[in-house]
């Protein structure tokens, strides 16, 4: 004790629900001091607060119930699948009383700011009652949907009825008997709270901005059959909860739902609408997160099954949910919510159509959205209204404290611009705060219970861990933040989640950056990242102590997530190397390979046709023509495949990009391939072929004088070394060049060889078998190998060189950036972080690359530019 007024412990946390309650015994058994402030007079959290009728989790209570004391499933026997609120609220009540938690709780007391004092290397946490906390660590367990959204409706505070929040419901409840009442919200807690209320009332008005998705809860008592793992091994199947997808187990589909025939499909939606479980809502296929055309069928589904229940089309096509698509938004779980709207006391009135207007001392005015005349106002008097307007999810709660970090710097200030947190866990500027199921975890994309048990036992033994080393602080790094940050987006990108104005972007809060909050890559998936930060030292942490700084920085998921899935299946598959296919089983394999990819956009006009190579032999190659009116820029296009495999048309999605994006005419030629035809075979090719577009443009369609080369790997080498011979031979006049992962320097001795040497697709042993069979080593030091030795690379035309960074080839295209930019070129050199060398020629598969597909055609652009001002 420091002073009076003054506690002092090792962790101070905020908030007495589930997580804090946890948080609180596991600190006890780690011999820590603790004391947790609450603003309620009892445990609980959300479930203390939100009793309005109706309330209930939407998570099979079997699931939603602690895992840390095995005694609890013995002593406690949920009534029902999703239990009521007073039932939860009672269970965390019973938990607090055997675990004896109400003696290191602070009831009534709330938090208005908290101070950390770098100097001594503790928070200061200040409360209305007067009292001040300080600690080492600062736990913030204020629950995901814990801070109510202020309605945003003119004249609220007008009204001299009566008004209730549906998430600070009066505890001894309310009667609705006789009543007319207006509910202004369709989200959870409207649907779950409409049927009860509609059951009292003598009138009910529904007020709907947004439709949402329901399905039946068919709540009851737990059916046996559902309980038989559990029973057989609650161990194991608690762990099998923690590594699934969203912390309940389930088993995922491989399969999608365009697959199958509509009669298995409806079959297999019928029975997920019966089972009722938002667990299995999207088991049954493989793509309903991810595909438009895939989630249409299960949204379809439940739309005709809005339209089997309510009997008035009109109403059923207003409660048929068409701006979003289906688990978009959090799904609900109902008891007989459709149906309520068949009872004759009951309206539902459409915001899109009639704007809330204001609220009067009597009632609510609605007027017509598309006519604003008075006359076409109408006012509805009501004896009670209920506002269902839901949370500032995710982040209100900890931002509605005065939080203030290192250098002053406020938590509100800090994320002003959306949340950036590491893991979810922890945030820059903030040393030793904690957030329990932060924005940038799993969090309301889970099984609640799931996720804030490994919050806080990651929490406790991150604090242990400290504590024993000797550690006065940790706190991540810039770097670590930024790119889980990025990480979580781009993982949600890669589904439907981002296309709903949902509250999991913030969407439901006026102001609010509109960003992404939750970790939609699965509970499984972030347990083992978190397990793999501890084993790498606390990856992305800076911790000090008195022995000095300990500075972990780097990038827990450095691969983009779509590449990392590609290239899991790809493990999942065990495909011998392609080394030891030989070269026509290489060939084989890789044409087959590319007729499974996406084709990519639709040009004007495709021609193929012939053009004679260096020794006449006649090469192949494809005329993709922009659909816009001509003449064209041209580009001549070298695929990739080592010298060794590949043709005019393996590239073709990429080349089709190019051609619509750029609007130039691509020419993707072939070349003579090793080990038939050896250096210099194919670089004098690529000369050829280029002398002879060039002479050929405006029979091709294209304008003469603008020619530029692009290639992808060894194609980019042919480009390379293409522009450097036609400088040395005067001709063809070539306005630019794009040079995606070149070969540059075949000698393989570079440190991304090593760094990158196996399981990025393209491999150190594979590009040494490329080398040679295209070359001996003595002519590995003539630049048309190895363009990066030229005597001098002055005087070339602009160029964009694109590497990646799990890319052998990384080194040598970045020493050739470096190179040109040191010899006076104009370069533009893109690295690209988490990629690999297959990633950005993958068009419509893989998403992350896009960026590097447009800077692409960016530059052809420019250089066609460029070429007709000169």
């Known amino acids: 004790m420091s002073d009076n007024n003054t506690i002092d412990v090792d962790v101070v946390i905020v908030g007495a629900g589930f997580a804090g309650m946890y948080q609180l015994v596991q600190m006890r058994r780690a011999g820590l001091s603790a004391v947790v402030l609450e603003t309620a007079d009892d445990v609980g959290g959300t479930w203390y607060w939100n009793r309005y009728p109706g309330a209930r989790c939407d998570i099979l209570t079997v699931d939603y119930s602690y895992s840390w004391d095995p005694e609890l499933e013995k002593d406690w ?342 949340p950036q947190t590491y893991l979810g866990l922890m945030t820059v500027g903030f040393p030793n705060l904690f957030m329990i199921t932060g924005p940038g975890s799993p969090s309301v994309l889970s099984n609640m219970m799931v996720s804030i048990e490994q919050h806080v036992d990651l929490i406790t033994d991150t604090i242990k861990h400290l504590r024993t080393s000797g550690i006065d602080t940790i706190e991540p790094t810039e770097l670590a933040q930024r790119r889980w940050v990025q990480h979580s987006n781009e993982i949600a990108d890669l589904t439907l989640l981002p296309t709903a104005n949902s509250w999991y972007m913030g969407a439901n809060v006026p102001g609010k950056p509109q960003v992404f909050l939750p970790y939609p890559g699965g509970v499984g998936e972030y347990r083992k990242i978190c397990d793999e930060m501890v084993v790498q030292g606390y990856l992305g942490f800076t911790l000090t102590g008195a022995n000095g700084t300990q500075n972990n920085d780097g990038v827990i998921r450095p691969l983009k997530p779509d590449v990392q899935e590609m290239l899991s299946i790809m493990a999942e598959m065990a495909l011998p190397p392609l080394e030891t296919m030989g070269v026509e089983g290489a060939r084989a394999f890789m044409a087959a390979s590319g007729a499974n990819m996406p084709p990519g956009p639709e040009v004007g006009e495709i021609i193929d046709g012939t053009l004679p190579g260096a020794d006449g032999t006649s090469l192949d190659y494809r005329l993709y023509r922009p659909a816009t009116a001509g003449p064209h820029p041209m580009v001549v296009y070298y695929h990739g495949g080592g010298w060794v495999v590949g043709s005019a048309t393996s590239d073709d999605p990429l080349c089709r990009y190019l051609c619509v994006e750029s609007e130039s005419i691509i020419i993707s030629v072939n070349y003579r391939h090793a080990p038939e035809a050896r250096f210099p075979a194919a670089a004098d090719d690529g000369l050829a072929a280029a002398n002879w577009i060039s002479d050929h443009a405006e029979e091709l369609g294209g304008r003469p004088g603008q020619l530029a080369v692009a290639g992808w790997s060894a194609g980019a080498n042919i480009a390379a070394v293409t522009t450097q011979q036609a400088k040395l031979a005067g001709t063809p006049t070539i306005s630019g060049q794009v040079l995606l992962n070149p070969v540059t320097d075949v000698s393989t001795v570079r440190q991304s060889y090593i760094d990158n040497a196996e399981g990025y697709v393209l491999t150190t042993p594979l590009m040494s078998w490329f080398c040679d069979q295209y070359c001996n080593p003595a002519d590995r030091l003539n630049p048309k190998v190895s363009p990066l030795l030229a005597d001098t690379l002055s005087g070339l035309p602009p160029a964009l060189v694109i590497t990646c960074e799990f890319d052998p080839l990384r080194d040598e295209g970045d020493a050739y950036a470096e190179a040109l930019a040191a010899a006076g070129v104009q370069v533009q050199h893109l690295q690209c972080p988490g990629q690999i060398h297959t990633a950005i020629p993958a068009v419509d598969a893989m998403v992350t690359s896009e960026y590097a597909r447009a800077a692409m055609a960016d530059a052809l652009r420019k250089f066609s530019s460029a070429a007709v001002g000169h």
């Open 77 to 418: 026997i949920w009534s029902e699948r999703y239990a009521t609120q007073p039932e939860i609220l009672r269970y965390a009540q019973f938990v607090a009383d055997k675990h004896d938690l109400r003696r290191d709780i602070r009831f009534n007391t709330k938090v208005t700011s908290a101070q950390w004092n770098n100097d001594a290397k503790r928070w200061r946490i200040h409360t209305d009652s007067g009292d001040d906390v300080t600690a080492q660590f600062y736990v913030m367990a204020t629950g995901c949907l814990s801070m109510p959204k202020v309605p945003d409706i003119e004249g609220t505070d007008r009204f001299k009825g009566e008004v209730y929040f549906t998430n600070s419901w009066p505890h001894d409840g309310v009667d609705f008997s006789g009543k007319r009442v207006a509910v202004i919200g369709t989200g959870s807690s409207g649907i779950q709270s409409i049927p009860l209320i509609a059951s009292q009332a003598d009138q009910l008005t529904v007020f709907q901005r947004t439709p949402n998705f329901s399905v039946p809860a068919h709540n009851g008592p737990i059916a046996d059959e559902r309980l038989v793992a559990y029973r057989q091994d609650p161990a194991a199947y608690r762990e099998e909860a923690r590594h699934s997808g969203i912390g309940v187990p389930t088993t995922p589909a491989d399969v999608s739902a365009l697959e199958v025939s509509p009669q298995e499909r409806e079959a297999t939606y019928e029975e997920v609408w019966r089972r009722g479980e938002l667990a299995h809502l999207l088991e049954p296929y493989n793509d309903l997160r991810i595909s438009a055309e895939s989630n249409d069928t299960i949204r379809c589904f439940i739309h005709n099954k809005i339209r089997e229940i309510v009997k008035d089309p009109d109403v059923a096509d207003l409660l048929c949910p068409t701006n979003h698509y289906f688990a978009t938004k959090r799904p609900c779980l109902d008891s007989g919510y459709y149906a309520t709207y068949n009872l004759p006391q009951v309206r539902l009135v459409d915001l899109q159509k009639q704007a809330i207007e204001t609220i009067t001392e009597s009632g609510i005015n609605i007027v017509d959205s598309a006519i604003s005349a008075k006359e076409k106002t109408e006012s509805i008097d009501f004896d009670a209204i209920v506002f269902a307007t839901g949370f500032d999810a995710m982040t209100g709660a900890i931002v509605g404290v005065d939080i203030t970090g290192r250098n002053d710097e406020s938590l509100r200030d800090a994320w002003a611009h959306g």
